[in-house]
């Protein structure tokens, strides 16, 4: 379920759980990014954010490795940090705080009326719908039989549900300088405030923790451990190298697992060494090209043209209406060039409009939320 309920400690304190992250060119703009962060799961009308927890992005620019991996330079990344009072009783809102860089920062409050829009940066945040979709039962019991188990169409687990939404919109020569490098990474992060600061989650792709490092009984090294809040511990620009190898073992067993669904071999690899995709899994960040124009399906287009060798051609990243399930399954099933794998949901009820703050407005009577229920792969 991308990043929704993805540790224990998440899904006990929703509001450091982190559900989502979006990263693309401002359409129809040139020069201009902009980059969403999305926490808290069945958020309701008068949810608010914590006045506890400092919410970061990160962008640090990415370079192709010898070795066809993306990584990023993460000693050169711009932190951009979002920090929140608490609930004003007499509006019902909140007041927030952004800074980045050396010494710049900008005051906004809660909701549309709040949002700041400047030429440098501009931010909203509030309570949207979510824009994920994702038939999370079938992708379960897919896992769990070892065998493709979704349907068409399939059933949207997030039909309906909102999200606490931080957007940002930034020029990007002002405030990143995109001289310095054509692909930029983006990853964000919940922490506590105060120093020093405490890592409770982070996030980079969608679904690197509930699908790729799941436990489904493949990983011999690390066989019944539950890696995910281990994972968010750890500086997503800067793994510890003992972390990395636990991870390696997960990635391996478990993309091995997925190759095999359709009873065919996309990604042969040899015994002793690691699967073709795990180490770009591993560096786990959305990564844009910059110097291209806003396109709508450009997820993992980047890491693509890097492991082929044939270059992206799109810009990459991840766009709000992106249909990641999809993109993600046909991949670890079928390699780059195998047929599609779908879940059976092709879009958000309502879908992310290209105006910002992009996502639509909230639901005012969401269904519940029953994490129990969604994860439970039974009919």
């Known amino acids: 379920m991308s990043d929704h309920l993805s540790s224990l400690r998440a899904v006990q304190d929703p509001v450091i759980d982190l559900t989502d992250l979006y990263f693309f060119p401002v359409p129809d703009v040139p020069g201009r990014l902009a980059v969403v962060l999305n926490v808290f799961p069945g958020a309701r009308p008068g949810t608010a954010f914590s006045d506890a927890v400092l919410y970061r992005i990160r962008l640090a620019p990415a370079d192709i490795g010898s070795d066809a991996v993306l990584r990023a330079r993460g000693e050169d990344a711009v932190a951009f940090d979002v920090t929140f009072t608490d609930i004003e009783p007499d509006t ?192 786990d960040h959305l990564v844009l090209d910059v110097t291209k124009p806003f396109g709508e399906h450009g997820y993992l287009d980047v890491e693509r043209g890097a492991l082929t060798g044939g270059g992206h051609e799109t810009c990459g990243g991840r766009w709000l209406n992106d249909d990641v399930i999809d993109i993600l399954y046909s991949v670890i099933v079928g390699g780059w060039n195998g047929g599609p794998v779908r879940d059976g949901v092709d879009a958000a009820v309502i879908p992310a409009s290209r105006a910002f703050p992009y996502l639509a407005a909230a639901n005012p009577d969401p269904p519940a939320l029953e994490a129990g229920a969604i994860l439970d792969p039974s009919d």
């Open 92 to 283: 019902g809102d909140q007041g927030g705080a952004l800074s980045y860089g050396a010494d710049r920062a900008v005051a906004f409050r809660t909701g549309e009326k709040g949002a700041v829009r400047g030429s440098e940066v501009s931010i909203f945040a509030g309570l949207r719908r979510d824009p994920f979709f994702m038939d999370v039962k079938s992708e379960i019991r897919t896992r769990a039989t070892r065998r493709l188990a979704f349907t068409a169409p399939g059933v949207d687990a997030v039909a309906g549900q909102n999200v606490l939404s931080i957007v940002l919109e930034l020029d990007s020569d002002a405030v990143l300088g995109t001289d310095r490098s054509a692909l930029w990474a983006a990853t964000g992060e919940s922490l506590s405030r105060g120093t020093p600061a405490a890592r409770f989650e982070r996030i980079g792709r969608p679904e690197a923790k509930n699908v790729l490092l799941s436990v489904n009984g493949n990983d011999t090294v690390n066989a019944t451990v539950d890696l995910r809040d281990l994972y968010n511990l750890d500086d997503p620009f800067d793994v510890p190298p003992e972390s990395a190898a636990a991870y390696r073992a997960r990635l391996d067993a478990n993309l091995a697992m997925f190759d095999q669904l359709d009873d065919a071999t996309a990604w042969p690899f040899a015994e002793g060494q690691h699967h073709p995709l795990t180490e770009t899994l591993l560096h």
